[in-house]
């Protein structure tokens, strides 16, 4: 039944858009298309700053600097009750999906799919952001230059998130 549901969402949802759209005289075809014009015209725009992006990560991880920073933090990760494997996952999320996954799979293939470190990371991967990839692709390609409080409101953000997925892991998992 679930799964009935989910592959029927997507068509559903196109469906109302396009009568709600012809209910109210939008012209429909037109304003997709004007809206796929304006969205090819903004990932051109971001190529830079994603690229930017992608050599600092690689630098980052194969630097080895995530590695010192999970053994300059072991006492405090012992306080707070995450497992010192799972901090490259944490440094990484804020800074690329595609990196944070490829950590995960390697905590996973280590620790095997039932292990709860693995649960742990899963749940620390859903429950934060990519702060940094947000802030310079996105801002910079509409032209933001001040950040202002939108740096440490993704870093609480992503804090609170890690924080409270291994609270949640402990009661589930632990």
């Known amino acids: 039944m ?37 969205g090819f015209d903004i990932s051109i725009r971001i190529i830079p700053y994603l690229v930017a992006m992608m050599v600092a990560v690689a630098m980052f991880r194969a630097s080895g600097a995530i590695d010192l920073l999970a053994l300059a933090f072991e006492p405090v990760l012992e306080i707070i009750g995450m497992p010192a494997d799972l901090l490259p996952l944490a440094i990484t999320r804020s800074l690329s999906g595609s990196g ?13 799919d039932n292990d709860p470190v693995t649960k742990t990371a899963a749940v ?19 032209g933001v230059k001040k950040f202002r409080h939108a740096v440490a409101a993704g870093i609480v953000a992503d804090l609170t998130g890690i924080l409270v997925a291994l609270f949640v892991s402990k009661l589930f998992f632990y």
Do not use: D, N
């Not at 944070?100 to 095997?112: L, N, S, V, W």
């Open 124 to 142: 620390m991967l859903g429950s934060s952001e990519t702060t940094f990839y947000v802030l310079s692709v996105y801002f910079g390609a509409v």
């Open 100 to 112: 944070a996954r490829g950590i995960f799979a390697q905590i996973a293939a280590t620790y095997g």
């Open 2 to 38: 679930i799964e009935s549901c989910s592959l029927a969402i997507i068509p559903l949802l196109v469906a109302f858009f396009v009568a709600y759209g012809a209910w109210h005289k939008v012209p429909v075809y037109e304003a997709f298309t004007e809206g796929a014009k304006e």
